[in-house]
C-alpha cells in the first residue's frame, strides 16, 4: 500500500494524463526541490482509467498556462491547513510562449537566439497551436510535438 503524507501547505496538482507527470515535474524544477514532492504515477481514475498525480509541501508560484498547454484535464488545488482552499481548472492558453521550442530547422528561432519560440492557439476545439514565426502546428496535451502530416 502506498502512503504519501497529508500536504499541510501547497498544491495538489491532480488529474494529469497518465505519462505527463514527469514532464511537469522536471518542468517545475521538483526533481531539484529542497522540499518535500510526490510523483504518484498510474492511479486508478474513474474517469480515464489511469492518471498522474503531484503532490507538493510547499507554496510555488506556477505558470498555469503552461500546465493549461501540457494537459488542459488538469486541476490544482491549493491546500492551506491541510484544507483545499482554492480548485483551479487549466483551460488551453491564446498563447505559449517560452515553453518548448519549434521543431522546424527552416525556423528563425532556430537560427536567432534572441528570438523566443512563441505558439498561438488556433484550434481550440483540436487543441492546435502554430508557430507565430513559421507556421509549424503542435498539438496540446501532447509535450509539444509538431504535427508530422500538417
Not at 494524463?17 to 524544477?29: P, V
Not at 503532490?55 to 510555488?60: F, R, S
Not at 486541476?75 to 498563447?95: A, Y
Request: glycine letters at 8%; aromatic letters at 8%.
Amino acid at each position: 500500500m502506498l502512503n504519501v503524507d497529508t500536504i499541510k501547505n501547497g498544491l495538489v496538482i491532480d488529474h494529469i494524463k497518465a505519462g505527463l507527470g514527469w514532464q511537469i515535474f522536471q518542468w517545475l524544477g521538483l526533481d531539484k526541490a529542497p522540499f518535500c514532492a510526490a510523483l504518484i504515477m498510474n492511479v486508478p481514475s474513474k474517469v480515464s482509467g489511469k492518471k498522474d498525480l503531484i503532490k507538493i509541501d510547499n507554496a510555488m508560484d506556477i505558470d498555469f498556462s503552461v500546465l493549461g498547454f501540457i494537459d488542459p484535464n488538469i486541476c490544482v488545488n491549493i491546500i492551506k491547513d491541510e484544507k483545499v482552499v482554492r480548485k483551479i481548472n487549466m483551460e488551453l492558453p491564446t498563447r505559449v510562449q517560452g515553453v518548448f521550442n519549434c521543431k522546424n530547422p527552416r525556423c528563425i528561432t532556430q537560427t536567432e537566439h534572441y528570438v523566443k519560440p512563441n505558439f498561438i492557439l488556433t484550434d481550440k476545439k483540436n487543441g492546435l497551436y502554430c508557430c507565430e514565426y513559421c507556421d509549424t502546428l503542435y498539438k496540446a496535451g501532447e509535450g509539444g510535438k509538431a504535427l508530422e502530416s500538417i
